[in-house]
C-alpha cells in the first residue's frame, strides 16, 4: 500500500522512461489504423460486408474508448505500472488469436479483447507523464512528443500494414504486436515507476456500466444505420437507449459521491473546449483513413504497400508538427494554435470533397493531407496539455482518460459516422447509375453492401455491361466520400469555433494545478502527485 509523500522534482531517467511509454502508445494507437489497406483482402478472404469491414475496426476502437474511463480509474486505484503491464499481456494474448482468425465474426471478437487491453495502457502512458516531468516546460514538450507519437501512429498504420501484407498474410499484422510487447514490458519493468491516487475513493460500478453500454450502443447504432434504415425501428431505439444511458451516467456522476468521470470538471471551458477539440480531431483522422485507404485501393487500383505509403505525407507531417505546436503554444498561445488547427484542418477536408476518380496524387492528395495533418498536429498537443492543466496531479489518470477516450470516441465516432454517411450515399448512388444497366437485383443488393464486391463484381458482368459498372462503382464511391469530407470538416469547424471562443489565449494553471472550476476545495494531499511505489 502506497503512501502520499512528495516525490523528487525531476525523475533521474524521466527521457527513457517517456521513450517506454511512447513505445507502448505507439502499439496501441497503431492498430487502430493497421488493419484499414488489409481491408479488401479481408473482404475476400473472409466474405465479409461493407458493415463487418467497419465492425473490424470499429470493434477495437469502440470497447478501447468505452473502457478509457474504467481503465484509468482502475489505474489510478492499484497502480498505472501494474494496470499497463497487464494490458500489454493481454494485448498480446489477443493479438496471437486475430492473427489466425478463421471467420469475420472471430476476428471482430479478438480486436475487441485487444480493445479491452488498449484501454488499459493507454491512460496509464499520459497519467505517468505528469509523474516523472515536474517541470512545465519539461512536460509540455513530453506531452507534445506523446500526443505526437499517438497521431503519428494512427497515420502510419496503413504503412505498416501495407508493408506487412506486400510479403506476409494478413494475419501479419497483428503478429508483429508480439516482440514489439516483449520489448515495451521488459523496458517498462526496469524503467517505468510505479504511482496512483492516494485518494481514489470508491469504485464507481454505476457510471462504469452506464458509459460503457452508452458509447457501445451509439456507435453500434451508427455502424449498422444504413442497414436497417436510419428512421427504422432498431435505429430509433438504438439512439434512444443510447441517449438514455447516456444522460444517466452524466446524471449519475454529477451526484456520486466518488464519480467515475467528475462532471463538473467540464465546467472549466477551457477543459470543455479542449475535450472537444481533441475528439473532433479524431473524428476526421479516423474517418479520413479510412475512406482514403479505400480510394487507394478500390478505386485507383493501388496494392496494400503502396496505398498505405501514400498516407506517409499525414503522418510525417502530423509527427513533425505534434512537438512543434508546444514550442509554437509559449509564443503564440493556446487559443490560436488550437482554433487554428482545426480550421487549417477543415481547409483540408474541404478541399479533399472535390476529389474525383482521377485526381492527381501529388497534386491534389497530398496538399489536402498536408492541411489536415498541419491543422491537427497544431491543435492535439496543446488541447492535451490544456486537459491535464486543467486537473490536480493526483487525478492525472482521470485528466488522461478523459483525453484518451475523447481520442477514441472521437475515432470510434468517426469511422461509425463517417463510413455509414459514406455507405449511404454510395448505396443510394449507385442503385441511381446501375438500374439502367438492368443489373440483376439481388446482384445489386450485394453491390451495394461492399465496394469491394461491387468492383469484383462489376468486372465479371457482361462485356458491355461492365465498364459502365466498374465506372460507376468509382463515382458513387466518390460521391459517398465527398459527404463524408463535408460532415468531418462541418465537426472541425465547430471545435475551431470552440477553442476560439473557450479556450484562453495563453493556458497558465494556476500554482497547485487544481482544477479552478471545481466547486469542491480539495485536502492539501489530495492535491499533491500520487506517490511512487518502488
Known amino acids: 500500500m502506497s503512501t502520499?509523500?512528495?516525490?523528487?522534482?525531476?525523475?533521474?531517467?524521466?527521457?527513457?522512461v517517456l521513450a517506454v511509454l511512447c513505445l507502448s502508445v505507439l502499439l496501441v494507437a497503431i492498430d487502430n489504423t493497421i488493419v484499414n489497406v488489409a481491408l479488401p483482402t479481408m473482404s475476400a478472404e473472409l466474405n465479409t460486408t461493407t458493415s463487418q469491414l467497419q465492425w473490424i475496426?470499429?470493434?477495437?476502437?469502440?470497447?478501447f474508448a468505452g473502457l478509457l474511463l474504467v481503465a484509468g480509474?482502475?489505474?489510478?486505484?492499484?497502480?498505472?505500472?501494474?494496470?499497463?503491464?497487464?494490458?500489454?499481456?493481454?494485448?498480446?494474448?489477443?493479438?496471437?488469436?486475430?492473427?489466425?482468425?478463421?471467420?469475420a465474426h472471430s476476428l471482430i471478437g479478438a480486436r475487441g479483447v485487444m480493445g479491452v487491453a488498449a484501454a488499459m495502457v493507454y491512460p496509464s502512458t499520459l497519467a505517468t507523464v505528469p509523474q516523472v516531468f515536474r517541470d512545465r516546460q519539461e512536460r509540455a514538450i513530453a506531452i507534445g512528443v506523446w500526443a505526437g507519437v499517438s497521431g503519428l501512429a494512427i497515420a502510419l498504420g496503413p504503412v505498416a500494414g501495407g508493408a506487412l501484407l506486400r510479403h506476409f498474410w494478413w494475419g501479419s499484422i497483428f503478429l508483429v504486436n508480439v516482440p514489439v510487447i516483449v520489448i515495451a514490458l521488459i523496458a517498462g519493468a526496469?524503467?517505468?515507476?510505479?504511482?496512483?491516487?492516494?485518494?481514489?475513493?470508491?469504485?464507481?460500478?454505476?457510471?462504469?456500466?452506464?458509459?460503457?453500454?452508452?458509447?457501445?450502443?451509439?456507435v453500434w447504432t451508427i455502424i449498422e444505420a444504413p442497414g436497417h434504415g436510419w428512421a427504422s425501428r432498431t435505429s430509433v431505439l438504438g439512439f434512444v437507449g443510447a441517449?438514455?444511458?447516456?444522460?444517466?451516467?452524466?446524471?449519475?456522476?454529477?451526484?456520486?459521491?466518488?464519480?467515475?468521470?467528475?462532471?463538473?470538471?467540464?465546467?472549466?471551458?477551457?477543459?470543455?473546449?479542449?475535450?472537444?477539440?481533441?475528439?473532433?480531431?479524431?473524428?476526421?483522422?479516423?474517418?479520413?483513413?479510412?475512406?482514403?485507404?479505400?480510394?487507394?485501393?478500390?478505386?485507383?487500383?493501388?496494392?496494400?504497400?503502396?496505398?498505405?505509403?501514400?498516407?506517409?505525407?499525414?503522418?510525417?507531417?502530423?509527427?513533425?508538427?505534434?512537438?512543434?505546436?508546444?514550442?509554437?503554444?509559449?509564443?503564440?498561445?493556446?487559443?490560436?494554435?488550437v482554433g487554428g488547427g482545426m480550421?487549417?484542418?477543415?481547409?483540408?477536408?474541404?478541399?479533399?470533397?472535390?476529389?474525383?476518380?482521377?485526381?492527381?496524387?501529388?497534386?491534389?492528395?497530398?496538399?489536402?493531407?498536408?492541411?489536415?495533418?498541419?491543422?491537427?498536429?497544431?491543435?492535439t498537443g496543446p488541447a492535451t496539455d490544456a486537459i491535464l492543466a486543467a486537473l490536480p496531479a493526483a487525478k492525472s489518470g482521470v485528466g488522461s482518460a478523459v483525453n484518451d477516450t475523447t481520442r477514441e470516441v472521437g475515432g470510434a465516432l468517426g469511422v461509425?459516422?463517417?463510413?455509414?454517411?459514406?455507405?449511404?450515399?454510395?448505396?443510394?448512388?449507385?442503385?441511381?447509375?446501375?438500374?439502367?444497366?438492368q443489373v440483376p437485383r439481388d446482384v445489386l443488393g450485394a453491390a451495394k453492401d461492399s465496394v469491394g464486391a461491387a468492383m469484383s463484381i462489376s468486372k465479371q458482368l457482361p462485356a458491355a455491361v461492365s465498364s459502365p459498372a466498374i465506372s460507376a462503382v468509382g463515382d458513387a464511391f466518390m460521391e459517398g466520400?465527398?459527404?463524408?469530407?463535408?460532415?468531418?470538416?462541418?465537426?472541425?469547424?465547430?471545435?475551431?469555433?470552440?477553442?476560439f471562443l473557450f479556450l484562453p489565449a495563453h493556458d497558465r494553471p494556476d500554482h497547485e494545478g487544481r482544477h479552478t472550476g471545481h466547486p469542491q476545495a480539495r485536502t492539501p494531499q489530495s492535491d499533491r502527485p500520487a506517490a511512487a511505489d518502488g
Not at 475496426?57 to 470497447?63: G, L, P, R, W
Not at 459521491?257 to 472537444?276: C, G, H, T, V, W
Not at 466520400?481 to 477553442?499: E, F, K
Request: net charge neutral; hydrophobic share 55%; proline share 5%.
Open 4 to 16: 502520499a509523500h512528495a516525490p523528487e522534482t525531476t525523475h533521474p531517467h524521466r527521457w527513457w
Open 57 to 63: 475496426v470499429d470493434a477495437y476502437s469502440m470497447v
Open 73 to 103: 480509474n482502475i489505474g489510478d486505484r492499484i497502480g498505472r505500472h501494474r494496470v499497463l503491464q497487464a494490458g500489454l499481456v493481454l494485448f498480446a494474448a489477443a493479438s496471437l488469436v486475430a492473427a489466425w482468425a478463421g471467420s
Open 190 to 218: 526496469l524503467l517505468v515507476p510505479e504511482s496512483r491516487d492516494p485518494e481514489p475513493g470508491r469504485f464507481d460500478l454505476v457510471g462504469a456500466v452506464t458509459s460503457t453500454l452508452g458509447i457501445g450502443l451509439l
Open 243 to 337: 441517449a438514455l444511458l447516456l444522460t444517466l451516467f452524466v446524471v449519475w456522476e454529477v451526484r456520486s459521491q466518488s464519480p467515475l468521470l467528475e462532471i463538473r470538471f467540464f465546467r472549466n471551458p477551457r477543459f470543455s473546449a479542449a475535450s472537444a477539440t481533441t475528439a473532433m480531431a479524431f473524428f476526421g483522422l479516423f474517418g479520413f483513413i479510412f475512406m482514403i485507404t479505400l480510394y487507394f485501393q478500390i478505386v485507383i487500383g493501388w496494392d496494400a504497400l503502396t496505398a498505405g505509403l501514400a498516407t506517409l505525407p499525414y503522418a510525417l507531417i502530423m509527427g513533425a508538427m505534434s512537438p512543434l505546436a508546444m514550442v509554437l503554444t509559449s509564443r503564440l498561445g493556446t487559443k490560436l494554435l
Open 343 to 379: 480550421a487549417v484542418s477543415a481547409a483540408g477536408f474541404l478541399l479533399a470533397s472535390r476529389a474525383q476518380t482521377d485526381s492527381p496524387y501529388w497534386t491534389f492528395i497530398v496538399p489536402c493531407m498536408a492541411l489536415m495533418a498541419a491543422g491537427m498536429g497544431l491543435a
Open 416 to 437: 461509425a459516422v463517417v463510413g455509414s454517411v459514406m455507405s449511404s450515399w454510395y448505396a443510394d448512388r449507385l442503385t441511381e447509375l446501375w438500374t439502367p444497366l
Open 481 to 499: 466520400l465527398r459527404v463524408g469530407c463535408y460532415v468531418v470538416a462541418a465537426a472541425c469547424l465547430l471545435a475551431s469555433i470552440a477553442a
